[in-house]
């Protein structure tokens, strides 16, 4: 009879194997999709949560089927370069009816939201973030044992220190005994050991010739100790301050409501994860704006007429006597859909807010179609005008950058585009994109 063992051991490695395969193919369906799960609105209206579900792709595995196969490759003959092998030709769906193929394997999980910007936004950060001779805030980290000193209590002895100390005392002692002796260091160490770490002792011993000790030892001197320092452990960290503004007007539709608080969102939670010391403003408008806490400002509608200048010259206040620049890095970022009844005032609080030399302005615009109450057309418009720019063209949509006033511009024209902003605005590294001269 046949007996067959298997190690529960084995069987366990292998568990944990299959588990950190799943585990990278998750990873990688999501950064495949990541648009798609930027965008997805479900996460963004569950409020508090810390676990989301995520829809990806099903993880197929690769396997052999048995069977025939209509196209070519091996086994139909001499294939050419090219030729795809065990694709059978799709049929026509019929005019207006349901689709004949079959769909996609869709599967959801529930990921950790920390996770999700972990996995979306390694590479990101602040750009052109300073070290403010101010702003450093020194914050504790715990308490570190990096300093020794000669006194101290038992129980902080450094036991390496201290014998290495006592290792160098020794030897000195022995070259001293061997210098007026003249014996060897092996007879010197042995004497030093009869005479229990008494040099005078140790010499006497030679020069009567009574060394009987047959071994080496090392002796301690209260003088080898050497003990751990304790201190408290601090870094320094760079101020910095984020204020997002927000229109909220009649104009605002819901689509578009939902794409600024989107990108809004991801920004948010990315900045509170990233940075442990970075304060969030939030300012929302229509004819006026006002400072809101967070969870109004992804929650409450409001309508209304639109002065986009209000909510800049609502920022301008807040860094002028809250946010000092000699103190803090600043970063704007507005969200709107360009609407407004008077360009040229935010034009002009626009120009105020660079000329300050803040860290970063952001301008984001969604959908960008010619309203007919604004001839004019949107404040994107005005703002190039006003400033030049380079261009670059992603995703069917425009990005814009002024380097020399750090402002950058964007278009948000459909949820796919919420991800690419955040890369526009949120770089460590420079992008691979090549700006184009407008």
């Given at each position: ?279 969030i403003k939030f300012i929302q ?137 955040l890369r526009h605005f949120l ?12």
């Open positions: 009879m046949t007996v067959i063992y298997q190690d529960e051991g084995e069987l366990s490695e292998k568990g944990h194997k299959d588990a950190e395969r799943h585990r990278q193919k998750i990873d990688k369906a999501i950064r495949k999709n990541v648009r798609d799960v930027i965008g997805n609105e479900s996460i963004i209206t569950r409020k508090g949560k810390k676990k989301v579900r995520v829809t990806v792709k099903g993880l197929k595995d690769y396997r052999f089927i048995y069977g025939d196969s209509n196209s070519a490759g091996i086994g139909q003959g001499e294939g050419k370069p090219g030729d795809i092998i065990d694709q059978r030709p799709k049929e026509e769906d019929g005019e207006g009816g349901p689709g004949q193929d079959e769909g996609d394997d869709l599967m959801e999980t529930e990921v950790d939201i920390d996770y999700l910007l972990q996995i979306m936004f390694e590479d990101l950060g602040l750009p052109w973030i300073e070290e403010k001779t101010k702003a450093n805030k020194l914050v504790p980290k715990g308490w570190k044992f990096e300093n020794i000193s000669k006194v101290g209590i038992r129980p902080r002895i450094h036991k390496k220190k201290t014998m290495m100390e006592s290792i160098k005392r020794n030897i000195l002692t022995v070259s001293e005994i061997v210098k007026d002796t003249k014996c060897s260091r092996d007879d010197g160490n042995k004497a030093l050991a009869q005479a229990n770490g008494d040099i005078n002792k140790a010499i006497e011993i030679i020069k009567n010739g009574k060394l009987t000790c047959k071994e080496r030892r090392i002796f301690i001197d209260n003088s080898d100790f050497r003990f751990k320092q304790m201190e408290e452990d601090i870094e320094y960290h760079s101020n910095a301050v984020v204020i997002a503004m927000m229109d909220v007007s009649g104009s605002m539709g819901l689509e578009k409501k939902y794409l600024c608080r989107s990108l809004l969102f991801w920004m948010t939670q990315f900045l509170k994860k990233k940075y442990d010391f970075v304060d408008h229509t004819t006026t704006a006002k400072v809101v806490n967070e969870d109004e400002f992804f929650n409450k509608a409001e309508s209304g007429g639109t002065n986009c200048w209000t909510a800049f010259e609502k920022a301008n206040y807040i860094i002028d006597t809250e946010y000092p620049l000699d103190e803090w890095n600043v970063y704007c970022v507005y969200v709107g859909d360009g609407e407004d009844w008077d360009n040229n005032k935010t034009i002009t609080k626009i120009g105020e807010m660079l000329d300050k030399k803040i860290n970063m302005l952001g301008y984001v615009e969604i959908d960008t179609e010619e309203n007919p109450w604004n001839p004019g057309g949107t404040l994107i418009n005005s703002i190039k005008q006003k400033w030049k720019f380079k261009n670059h063209r992603e995703l069917g949509t425009d990005f814009y950058k002024n380097e020399d006033k750090r402002f950058l511009l964007s278009v948000i024209k459909d949820k796919k585009h919420v991800e690419a902003t770089f460590q590294k420079e992008l691979k994109w090549e700006y184009q001269n407008l």
